[in-house]
């Protein structure tokens, strides 16, 4: 025997139960369902629907929704989102799996407790970080550069043992670890901020060189010291070698001298315009003469030496 349609007398009339009295189940393979105005301010227990449904309008639900019953279902949405996507409790849920992961994420802005990547992290923008990075960081392309603000620092090392920083007015290399701080290249340079003054250089198997306004002043060589220039000391000089000088001179106001507590060996001749004075003896190996003369006697050589 056929099934009989259950049809209203015109469309938009009648109703399927009444508000005290409501059907419990609707079951249907299949169903299209078009009203002009519905509305319900009761409850029913449960709608099952076996096959494709199209709803028109807008539609609300209140309570739990559980969609699908296997990971086999899907769930395609084509509208926008107009609300925060919110989880029902903190740190419990995840946004994809370690084997079902989603391929791009597009986000303005990231806030996050912790960020763990078992692949690459790449941003043609900016990456900011307001907290730390630990573990190990390896590019094998290229970069922009790394900014870290002012009394934040790149911190090396298990216990910190090197730090970088800048505290708003001074930058600071600082090593608190075990061993030495090493700076390993074949030349070494420190230059000004410009770039256009070299302060100091250091060549592999060569000279260490110390400039004075882009000038050099000191050289080291294989035998010794270069120096470019003046000597100026406000204390002692000294040397367990020999010191060699074109020539020695008292600086500044006149009566000004120079004083030697051991013997003066000079090889060539002492020219003075004024006089020489000594508390021991002068010993030369040859004769004393005055310039223009021939030898002279011992009386007039002492009036020469102390001004007799």
Same mark, same amino acid.
């Given at each position: 025997?056929?099934?009989?349609?259950?049809?209203?007398? &015109?469309? $938009?009339? %009648? #109703?399927?139960?009444?508000?005290?009295?409501?059907?419990?189940?609707?079951? &249907?393979?299949?169903?299209?369902?078009?009203?002009?105005? *519905?509305?319900?301010? !009761?409850?029913?227990?449960?709608?099952?629907?076996?096959?494709?449904?199209?709803?028109?309008?807008?539609?609300?639900?209140?309570?739990? @929704?559980? @969609?699908?019953?296997?990971? =086999?279902?899907?769930?395609? @949405?084509? *509208?926008?989102?107009?609300?925060?996507?919110?989880?029902?409790?903190?740190?419990?849920?995840?946004?994809?799996?370690?084997?079902?992961?989603?391929?791009?994420?597009?986000?303005?802005?990231?806030?996050?407790?912790?960020?763990?990547?078992?692949? +690459?992290?790449? *941003?043609?923008?900016?990456? /900011?970080?307001? $907290?730390?990075?630990?573990?190990?960081?390896?590019?094998?392309?290229?970069?922009?550069?790394?900014?870290?603000?002012?009394? %934040?620092?790149?911190?090396?090392?298990?216990?910190?043992?090197?730090?970088?920083?800048?505290?708003?007015?001074?930058?600071?290399? #600082?090593?608190?670890?075990?061993? +030495?701080?090493?700076?390993? /290249?074949? =030349?070494?340079?420190?230059?000004?901020?410009? +770039?256009?003054?070299?302060?100091?250089?250091?060549?592999?198997?060569?000279?260490?060189?110390?400039?004075?306004?882009?000038? #050099?002043?000191?050289?080291?060589? &294989?035998?010794?010291?270069?120096?470019?220039?003046?000597?100026?000391?406000? $204390?002692?000089?000294?040397?367990? !070698?020999?010191?060699?000088?074109?020539?020695?001179?008292?600086?500044?106001?006149? !009566?000004?001298?120079?004083?030697?507590?051991?013997?003066? +060996?000079?090889? $060539?001749?002492? /020219?003075?315009?004024?006089?020489?004075?000594?508390?021991?003896?002068?010993?030369?190996?040859?004769? @004393?003469?005055? #310039?223009?003369?021939?030898?002279?006697?011992?009386?007039?050589?002492?009036?020469?030496?102390?001004?007799?």
């Amino acid at each position: 025997m056929a099934t009989k349609n259950f049809v209203p007398r &015109a469309t $938009g009339e %009648g #109703q399927l139960g009444t508000d005290s009295k409501k059907w419990d189940k609707h079951i &249907a393979i299949s169903g299209a369902y078009s009203y002009v105005s *519905a509305s319900s301010k !009761g409850s029913f227990g449960s709608l099952f629907v076996g096959g494709n449904s199209e709803l028109a309008g807008n539609l609300t639900l209140g309570g739990n @929704i559980t @969609i699908g019953d296997a990971d =086999t279902d899907s769930l395609v @949405i084509t *509208a926008d989102l107009s609300s925060s996507l919110i989880p029902d409790a903190d740190s419990t849920y995840n946004i994809g799996s370690t084997s079902k992961n989603w391929k791009y994420g597009y986000i303005e802005e990231l806030a996050s407790t912790n960020i763990t990547a078992s692949n +690459n992290i790449s *941003a043609s923008g900016n990456i /900011t970080l307001g $907290g730390n990075i630990s573990g190990s960081i390896t590019s094998t392309g290229s970069f922009g550069y790394v900014k870290v603000p002012d009394d %934040g620092e790149l911190s090396i090392g298990t216990s910190d043992d090197l730090r970088i920083y800048h505290n708003g007015s001074h930058s600071f290399i #600082q090593d608190s670890g075990t061993g +030495n701080l090493i700076l390993r /290249t074949s =030349t070494f340079q420190v230059k000004n901020a410009a +770039n256009d003054e070299t302060m100091i250089q250091a060549n592999e198997d060569g000279a260490v060189t110390l400039f004075h306004n882009n000038n #050099q002043r000191l050289v080291s060589t &294989a035998g010794g010291v270069n120096m470019t220039g003046n000597i100026t000391a406000s $204390g002692h000089i000294s040397a367990s !070698g020999t010191v060699f000088a074109s020539k020695f001179e008292s600086a500044g106001a006149s !009566g000004e001298t120079i004083s030697f507590n051991d013997n003066l +060996n000079i090889t $060539g001749n002492i /020219t003075a315009s004024n006089n020489i004075s000594a508390s021991g003896d002068i010993r030369a190996d040859g004769r @004393i003469f005055e #310039q223009g003369t021939s030898v002279i006697d011992h009386a007039t050589a002492m009036a020469i030496v102390f001004g007799g």
